[in-house]
């Protein structure tokens, strides 16, 4: 029961910024001109993809503070967490679409050509569809080892985020360091655990 609860109030906390800037669209459309700034669609734009790339670190973190904590049962939240990163992913593309591109294939075609952070980001969330879709239990039974192979590309989606967000960057690349060291932090961890692992195992033999 205790678990059912955590993870219904791990749902609301994951809905918050999506309900924040619902909230913000609502003044703005009410007549409130500082609710979303001089350029509302690009801050709606701005803050989804803000949120998809946190949460999207959020979702490689589980693994990391599960083993720190020593908590191995942390991991049944990691696949909710995930599928929100996609989500605001997926929601952060759809507005940029919809809204700066005018919702026109054309328009989007022009700005691959000219803007390289689209296809950056374009590319996470391509790597990230894949990784959604196969989620449950039964794609990993069905996949077996070939399911963790798959889910290692999350860390390439991390990587083409975090350089979407420094070719996006027009004044300061602060964002971009922050979230490309927490990347590197993470990625490290996982590697030290995986040696940790091959160690003990030949150590037992």
Avoid at 91 to 99: D, E, L, N, R, V
Avoid at 109 to 124: E, N, V
Avoid at 141 to 170: F, G, M
Wanted: proline share 2%; hydrophobic share 55%.
């Amino acid at each position: 029961m205790r678990i059912v609860w955590s993870k219904v109030l791990l749902f609301a906390a994951c809905l918050i910024p999506v309900a924040m800037l619902a909230w913000d669209v609502w003044r703005a459309l009410a007549g409130d001109l500082e609710a979303l700034g001089a350029d509302p669609g690009e801050a709606i734009v701005h803050r989804l993809g803000e949120w998809g790339i946190r949460l999207l670190l959020a979702t490689l973190s589980v693994s990391s503070i599960a083993r720190l904590v020593k908590r191995p049962g942390l991991i049944r939240y990691r696949r909710m967490v995930g599928l929100f990163a996609f989500a605001y992913v997926a929601m952060h593309f759809a507005a940029y679409f919809g809204i700066l591109a005018g919702a026109e294939l054309a328009a989007l075609l022009a700005d691959l050509g000219k803007r390289p952070y689209i296809i950056a980001g374009g590319g996470a969330l391509l790597i990230l569809l894949p990784l959604a879709l196969t989620s449950t239990r039964a794609a990993q039974r069905r996949l077996k080892k070939n399911w963790r192979r798959l889910h290692r590309l999350v860390y390439l989606a991390a990587a083409l985020a975090v350089l979407h967000i420094a070719w996006l960057a027009k004044v300061s690349y602060v964002d971009a360091y922050i979230y490309g060291a927490f990347t590197l932090l993470l990625l490290g961890e996982r590697v030290y655990h995986w040696m940790r692992s091959k160690q003990r195992a030949r150590q037992a033999t």
